[in-house]
């Protein structure tokens, strides 16, 4: 298995522009997660997805951020406008429904909003 | 609910030496534990993980952690570090029965130096 892939790897972007991240997670994993990743707050977890059904999204920061899952193989998480705190690395991580292989996560993409 | 604590934030050590990081939890059920690395530029990769049965679990690179009920304590160890154990090392928790999203902790940066 390919593992979890992102893309891209590397996004700079303008203020107010639309940013799209892609994810592919490992076949037969039930779970989705979406993570962000900054120096000062650490990992945060955005949303996560169960069967494609979004279960919480307690962690989408505004209304900017929205996530999809409109197939077992694929998601994405988009920001519209995006802003320069924005700026951090997201990643995506997929699992069993038992957990006992723990999280496994994509390479992340490094997302610079100037 | 559960929470995750990594006592440090920064672990200097000579190549060569023996490291401990620490790792406490904090939950009122039975949970899975994991720890995770993350090198530069990368995403999180699981190391090694305690489900149940033995308390001492060994994981990739050398890597090992013990288990220790009473003490709320996952701490990892190696006898021997190497320059390419510099990376950033995460503690993790679940519970192990049900779906609930996995706890992390902040993290602590191992640097391994010549």
């Known amino acids: 298995d390919a593992g979890v892939i992102q893309s891209p790897r590397h996004e700079v972007t303008e203020m107010g522009q639309e940013v799209t991240l892609r994810c592919k997670p490992i076949?037969?994993?039930?779970?989705l997660f979406w993570y962000r990743q900054t120096m000062m707050r650490g990992l945060e977890l955005l949303i996560y997805f169960n069967n494609n059904v979004p279960i919480d999204d307690s962690g989408m920061p505004e209304d900017r951020f929205s996530a999809k899952m409109p197939n077992a193989s694929f998601s994405t998480l988009k920001i519209q406008p995006s802003e320069p705190r924005d700026s951090a690395v997201y990643f995506c991580?997929?699992?069993?429904?038992?957990?006992?292989?723990?999280?496994?996560f994509g390479s992340g993409t490094r997302l610079t909003v100037v | 609910a559960q929470s995750v604590t990594q006592l440090d934030s920064q672990v200097p050590v000579f190549e060569e030496a023996p490291v401990e990081l620490r790792c406490n939890y904090s939950s009122s059920v039975s949970v899975y534990l994991f720890w995770y690395v993350q090198y530069p530029n990368q995403g999180l990769q699981l190391l090694l993980k305690y489900l149940s049965g033995s308390t001492l679990v060994k994981g990739i690179n050398g890597f090992e952690a013990e288990f220790n009920k009473s003490q709320t304590s996952f701490h990892l160890r190696k006898p021997s570090v190497h320059i390419s154990d510099t990376a950033e090392y995460f503690c993790?928790?679940?519970?192990?029965?049900?779906?609930?999203?996995?706890?992390f902790g902040i993290g602590t940066k191992l640097q391994v130096i010549p």
């Open positions: 991580a997929s699992s069993t429904q038992d957990r006992v292989g723990g999280y496994t």
């Open positions: 076949s037969g994993h039930d779970y």
């Open positions: 993790a928790v679940i519970p192990s029965g049900g779906y609930q999203k996995v706890t």
